[in-house]
């Protein structure tokens, strides 16, 4: 299965979003399809053994519109290339609607002083004449309107409808009984009304609405700085060494494994390891950081970050789509095009709305033609266009997926990279969150602190552990040996390796001329291999209460020593543990230390909720029972051990220091790992979704209030009437008050 965004062109409205929806879903091979009416773009899930994007093009070309592939690129020439050309695109559609926004305006100022002369009676008379003022329409109608005729097309084609529909039936009704009266004013005087022309109301309309959707282009323009900031991030060349001499190529020559100089003030080209050299970092364009980061031999370092100081030579890890950097733009662009759940409701609305408001302003007219009052033609035309002009649901359109697009793109350019819509809107309901002990509170990088030997050398204690704990993946494994390597000690051959998920590891080893079986792990190894530690655990129990893991070794089941590491807490843990208690969640550690570790370790936190002594395999397993109490809950991780439980909890929460397989897991990822950045992302979630409730509620509320209005239901008792021109005018307020309200979440 793939997934891939596409960028859609010709949309107007939530209806025509609905209408490719249905298209491509429709298609075999297609698993899910989401557009984004604010985005302009289709998020699909597809199997690309059955369907290809040409297959969705042809599909979306016949419902109407155009679909373009959108392939976010590392290669800065590829992907400013996709930039120009969307900006291009852009202008030239803004460019466009300028010029027939302009040649509407022109027009309607005669054809509005025209159709009025007892208000304007200094009018020349020849701009009274109904033909005159046919003349001037026409080509606002339909060289100005063009684009809303698309509506019609989709409604005899596809027997479908959007907002084009409704523009183009209210205003070429107008239109063609305006043109019917001055063709045939003596047919109308016959049937004993008076001839009138409503070309103001035609032309006035569509040079409205498309001022308003020129607006609305400016500012969506605005929307989509965060993935336009994060494509020119990339540098553009990269100085390769090869037998000791460089050579300057493009960034898209750039293959795993070339070695690549960085000299100071250059951009590191694509994700690498540092081979020499040692320099500062600013990572702060990717990460958010704002401080440099040091990095030396065996340091990892990330496409588009700045080198600030010194000479850095790497070898290339990742380049082109796998860079960190082209990921944190999929991630985005994904979480742009995706749908929050709030959007459902949008969208369910959306569906049924246009074609309930045909029906609306058919019965508007059949009411007020049968009913209304002399001339009732009039009243009845009158009135079926300013219900379906007041109608058009743009507003609802825009409505959630603005504020999603701003509010996923701020979210990355402070460092938080949002998966999806869904994690977004979530992020505010949860009520427990569960924090992974080590690397998440932790620095995640343990000191060895204490080293006690029992009847041997600690220099041998240390030896023979670091001896065993070298093929040891385990987190508490490398201070051990990076100590042994610091005192230069001589590191022993190991047979029979074994590790044991959780408790630690044995293996054979050559003692004082002797093989012997060495087990190094915590006491729930030592009870399982029948080693006692009673004798010990007064030290034991000593190390653990200064918040210290303890790590036991034991040779032919006695125990030889104790070696105790030590993780630091990160500086910001207890501040963010406090601001998560204070706004009412309930905060809990998880660790595979035993109790008394994790109670010392909590206590400096201020956390009073443990989960201690928990296997790697039990994580998702105590996400599920806090689950069961009814809670939303959040898991903060960065190992490949919490991947489960960050995929069970409804929001995973993955430290961006962590790895591959706990960032894919998770729905949100903090890219610095700094825990201030969970309360941060919980207000911007509250934000945005105040920002959508906001939007959702002006744009139903215009919608269901004014429709009644435009019916002409205030008629009978306070003689109100809509005239059509105000409820166009209504409606591009109503779609740009949502616009302006959604760009409110990229202040602070």
Same mark, same amino acid.
């Given at each position: 299965?793939?997934?891939?965004? *596409? ?42 053994? @059955? ?12 419902a ?5 592939t ?12 996709? &930039?120009s ?5 852009r202008e030239?559609? &803004?460019?466009?609607?300028?010029k027939? #926004? ?6 309607? !100022?005669?054809?509005?002083l ?20 046919f003349?001037?329409t ?6 100005? $309107?063009?684009?809303?005729?698309? $509506?019609?097309l ?13 523009? %183009?039936m209210?205003?070429?009704s107008? /239109?063609l ?36 959707? /020129? ?17 020119k ?61 040091? @990095?030396?031999?065996g340091? @990892?370092? !990330?496409g ?9 030579? *790497?070898?290339a ?5 796998e ?30 709305f ?52 701003? $509010? ?7 460092? !938080? ?10 992020a ?12 998440t ?16 050398e600690e ?7 670091a001896?065993?704990?070298t093929?040891?993946e385990?987190?508490? %494994? ?50 399982e291999?029948n =080693?006692s ?14 918040? @210290? ?8 089941n ?26 009412g ?8 230390d ?6 010392? =370790? ?7 909720? =443990? ?12 996400v ?7 809670k939303? #809950?959040?898991?903060?991780?960065? $190992? ?5 439980? &960050?995929a069970?909890?409804?929001?995973g ?14 729905e949100i ?13 919980i ?13 959702l509620f002006?744009? *139903? ?8 209005v ?39």
């Amino acid at each position: 299965m793939t997934k891939e965004v *596409f960028k859609i062109q010709g949309m107007t409205c939530a209806s025509c979003a609905r209408t490719i929806e249905k298209a491509v879903s429709s298609l075999a091979g297609v698993i899910s399809a989401q557009v984004n009416f604010g985005a302009e773009t289709l998020l699909v899930e597809f199997d690309e053994v @059955k369907i290809s994007p040409k297959d969705m093009a042809k599909a979306t070309k016949d419902a109407g519109y155009q679909l373009l592939t959108l392939e976010l690129l590392s290669e800065t020439s590829e992907a400013e290339d996709v &930039l120009s050309q969307e900006k291009k695109e852009r202008e030239k559609e &803004l460019s466009g609607l300028k010029k027939k #926004v302009i040649a509407g305006a022109v027009l309607s !100022i005669p054809i509005f002083l025209g159709s009025f002369p007892e208000w304007f009676p200094f009018v020349p008379k020849i701009l009274t004449s109904f033909f005159f003022l046919f003349v001037l329409t026409t080509p606002v109608q339909f060289w100005v $309107g063009s684009r809303f005729y698309r $509506g019609l097309l989709l409604l005899v084609k596809y027997r479908t409808a959007d907002m084009n529909t409704l523009i %183009a039936m209210g205003t070429l009704s107008a /239109y063609l009984y305006s043109s019917a009266v001055t063709f045939f004013p003596d047919f109308f005087r016959f049937l004993g009304e008076e001839p009138k022309i409503y070309f103001d109301t035609s032309a006035i309309i569509i040079t409205l609405i498309l001022f308003g959707r /020129y607006l609305e282009l400016l500012a969506k323009g605005r929307v989509s700085e965060a993935i336009k900031k994060l494509m020119k991030l990339g540098a553009k060349t990269a100085r390769i060494v090869d037998d000791g001499k460089e050579k300057e190529v493009p960034v898209e020559e750039v293959q795993v494994g070339d070695i690549i100089l960085v000299k100071p003030g250059e951009k590191i080209p694509v994700d690498g390891e540092v081979l020499e050299g040692r320099s500062s970092v600013d990572e702060s364009l990717v990460t958010g950081e704002s401080m440099p980061v040091t @990095k030396e031999s065996g340091s @990892k370092v !990330i496409g588009s970050t700045i080198n600030l100081s010194g000479r850095l030579q *790497f070898k290339a890890t990742k380049v082109g789509k796998e860079t960190l950097l082209s990921q944190i733009i999929k991630m985005v662009e994904q979480a742009q095009a995706s749908k929050a759940p709030i959007q459902r409701l949008a969208d369910s609305v959306s569906s049924y709305f246009v074609p309930i408001v045909i029906i609306i302003a058919f019965l508007t007219f059949a009411v007020w033609f049968f009913f209304g009052p002399v001339p009732s033609f009039i009243f009845a035309l009158v009135n079926f266009v300013a219900v379906l002009i007041i109608a058009c649901p743009c507003a609802l359109g825009l409505a959630t997926p603005l504020a999603i697009m701003i $509010g996923t793109g701020n979210a990355a350019q402070r460092g !938080i990279l949002v998966k999806d819509a869904e994690a977004l809107e979530i992020a505010h309901k949860i009520k427990a969150i569960i924090l992974d002990k080590t690397g998440t509170l932790t620095r995640g990088k343990p000191e060895l602190t204490n080293v006690k030997s029992y009847a041997m050398e600690e220099n041998e204690v240390l030896k023979i552990a670091a001896s065993l704990e070298t093929y040891s993946e385990h987190h508490l %494994a490398k201070p051990i040996v990076e100590e042994a390597k610091v005192k230069k000690l001589e590191f022993l051959a190991v047979k029979d390796f074994e590790a044991v998920a959780g408790k630690g590891v044995k293996g054979k080893l050559v003692v004082a001329g002797e093989e012997v079986l060495g087990v190094i792990g915590n006491r729930a190894l030592m009870k399982e291999a029948n =080693i006692s530690s009673a004798n010990f655990e007064e030290d034991i129990i000593k190390l653990e209460s200064e918040g @210290k893991t303890v790590v036991v070794l034991a040779l032919d089941n006695k125990i030889k020593g104790l070696l105790a590491v030590a993780d630091t807490l990160k500086e910001e843990s207890k501040q963010a543990v406090e601001w998560l208690k204070k706004e009412g969640l309930e905060v809990w550690m998880i660790t595979g230390d035993n109790e008394r570790v994790a109670r010392a =370790i909590a206590k400096q936190v201020g956390i009073e909720n =443990i989960m201690a002594q928990v296997l790697p395999q039990e994580k998702a397993a105590k996400v599920k029972e806090l689950q069961k109490t009814g809670k939303l #809950v959040a898991m903060a991780g960065d $190992g490949i051990n919490d991947a489960p439980a &960050l995929a069970q909890a409804e929001l995973g929460i993955a430290m961006g220091e962590g790895t591959d397989v706990a960032i894919e897991s998770a729905e949100i990822t903090l890219m610095r790992g700094d825990l201030m950045l969970i309360p941060e992302m919980i207000s911007l979630s509250r934000r945005t979704l105040t920002i959508i409730k906001q939007n959702l509620f002006w744009a *139903f509320f215009y919608n269901s209030a004014f429709i009644p209005v435009a019916a002409g239901v205030l008629y009978p008792f306070f003689g109100i009437l809509l005239n059509p021109i105000f409820a166009a005018a209504a409606m591009v307020f109503s779609s740009l008050s949502v616009v302006l309200n959604s760009l409110r979440l990229k202040r602070g």
